[in-house]
C-alpha cells in the first residue's frame, strides 16, 4: 500500500525518485515492447539500457519515471548520432566530383541517383551519371530511362564489360568535357555474392570515389544493420540514402544513422525525382518516442 502511494506521488512530482540500475531496467522491461514495435532492435535496446541505466543510477529525479527515461533515452540516440549531412555539403574543390552508390536489387538505387543528380542539376552543376551495372541489362535499361525521363546526361557500359573500366571511363569523360559531379551506379548484390564484392572493391580502387554511399529501403526494418555491416566491411561507405519513407517509417533511418555511423545524405520520399528530403533527428526520435 505505501509503496503504491509512493510510486503515485513521484509520478506526480510531489516527491523525487532516486534511480538505481534496476529501477530503470524496470522501466525499460515497460516500454520495450513499445520500442520494438517501432523498428527498434533489441540489440539497440540493450545498448539504450546500458547507457541511460548508467547516467541515472544514483540520481534523483522528480516527476513521472516513464518520463525520465524516455527524456534521457532520447539524449542517449542525439549523443550517438554521426555528424549532419547534406547535399548543400557537397562542395568540390577538384572535378569531377565522384560519387559511387551500393545497395541491394530493389532498394531503390537508380532513382536515387537520378533524384540526387536533378536536385544538383537545379543548384546549377553539371551532373553524368555513370551505369557500371553491367550484368543486368534491366538494371542498366531501368537507370536509362530515368536519366532519360528526368534529361540528365548518362555513359552506359557494354554488356558484360568490366564495371571498374566503365566507371573509369566514366570520369574520364566526366573530366574532359567539364562536369561537376559524376555519380556512379553499380550491380545490386545480396551478403554471399563475393564476386560483385570484388567487383565493388575494384571500381573503388580504380576510380577513388570522394564519396561511397550505400542505399538502403526504408522498409525492411533492422536488416539495414547487417547491410551497413556487410558493405562498410567490403568497401566502406561514407553516408546512405534511405529509400521508401514517409511519416510511418522514420526509425529505420534512424537506427541505421545512429548504429552505422555513418550519416544520412538524404531520404526518398517518393516516385517522382523531386521527392527527397533531409533527414530530421529530432522528427524520427519523436517518432519512435512517441
Known amino acids: 500500500m505505501l509503496g503504491k502511494l509512493v510510486d503515485e506521488l513521484t509520478t506526480k512530482g510531489l516527491i523525487k525518485k532516486r534511480w538505481t540500475r534496476k529501477s530503470v531496467m524496470e522501466i525499460f522491461n515497460s516500454l520495450e515492447l513499445e520500442l520494438v ?7 539497440i535496446i540493450d545498448k539504450l539500457k546500458e547507457s541511460v541505466s ?14 525520465v527515461v524516455l527524456k534521457m533515452i532520447r539524449k542517449a540516440i542525439l549523443e550517438k548520432l554521426p555528424p549532419k549531412m547534406t547535399l548543400n555539403d557537397l562542395k568540390p574543390l577538384e572535378f569531377p566530383y565522384k560519387v559511387v552508390f551500393f545497395g541491394f536489387n530493389g532498394v531503390g538505387k537508380s532513382l536515387s541517383i537520378v533524384k540526387m543528380a536533378r536536385y544538383l542539376q537545379k543548384k546549377g552543376d553539371r551532373v553524368l551519371i555513370v ?32 564495371p571498374a573500366a566503365v566507371a573509369y571511363d566514366g570520369v574520364n569523360m566526366a573530366s574532359s568535357k567539364g562536369y561537376k559531379f559524376v555519380l556512379v551506379d553499380t550491380a545490386g548484390r545480396n551478403y554471399l555474392n563475393k564476386n560483385l564484392s570484388e567487383e565493388l572493391r575494384k571500381v573503388v580502387r580504380v576510380i577513388q570515389p570522394n564519396l561511397k554511399v550505400l542505399v538502403l529501403d526504408g522498409m525492411v526494418g533492422n536488416d ?10 567490403a568497401v566502406g561507405i561514407d ?4 529509400t521508401k519513407v ?5 526509425s529505420t533511418p534512424l537506427i541505421s544513422s545512429l548504429y552505422s555511423g555513418k550519416s544520412i545524405l538524404f531520404l526518398g520520399t517518393g516516385q517522382d525525382f523531386n521527392n527527397i528530403s533531409t533527414f530530421d533527428p529530432d522528427k524520427a526520435i519523436d517518432y519512435i518516442l512517441q
Open 37 to 43: 514495435a517501432q523498428g527498434v532492435s533489441p540489440a
Open 54 to 67: 548508467k547516467k541515472l543510477d544514483g540520481v534523483e529525479t522528480k516527476g513521472d519515471p516513464k518520463k
Open 131 to 162: 551505369s557500371a551495372d553491367t550484368y543486368r541489362a534491366a538494371a542498366g535499361d531501368q537507370l536509362e530511362g530515368y536519366c532519360r525521363a528526368a534529361n540528365v546526361p548518362m555513359l552506359k557500359g557494354p554488356r558484360r564489360a568490366d
Open 224 to 233: 539495414v544493420l547487417n547491410q551497413c555491416d556487410s558493405f562498410n566491411e
Open 239 to 242: 553516408a546512405l540514402i534511405v
Open 246 to 250: 514517409d511519416g510511418s517509417g522514420l
